[in-house]
């Protein structure tokens, strides 16, 4: 069992940032890898990125990249999103999820509970 919390998230004005974390009650999250989703209003859930244990990162969606980092917080054992350059498209709620090998297609078992993240001007 892995219990995922999310914290982050909020209202930004388009060009800002964000930085949305996730972490595990009671354990480290160093040695798992994690993934990024989110699901736009009216539309499908979405894989957006991945990190590997190893810290190896994969980006799933090109809308994102350039602008969203996937990383470990190593003295927080926590895996974060830090998302620059905000644009009402990135408006939705973002998930963090177990992402074992970081496959594109893979559904988590483990999920947080999802953040709230708009994006208006």
């Known amino acids: 069992q892995l219990d995922l919390v999310q914290s982050g998230g909020g209202l930004v004005q388009p060009g800002g940032s964000l930085r949305l974390s996730c972490a595990a009650s009671g354990e480290s999250l160093e040695h798992y890898a994690i993934g990024w989703f989110r699901q736009a209003p009216g539309k499908g859930r979405e894989s957006l990125m991945c990190i590997l244990s190893t810290g190896g990162t994969i980006t799933f969606v090109n809308s994102v990249k350039g602008r969203f980092t996937v990383g470990r917080d190593k003295a927080k054992s926590t895996v974060f999103l830090q998302m620059n350059n905000l644009a009402p498209d990135d408006t939705a709620v973002y998930y963090c999820?177990?992402?074992?090998?970081?496959?594109?297609?893979?559904?988590?078992?483990?999920w947080g509970q999802g953040t709230q993240v708009t994006v208006f001007s």
């Open positions: 999820g177990d992402h074992p090998g970081c496959y594109r297609d893979y559904v988590p078992v483990f």
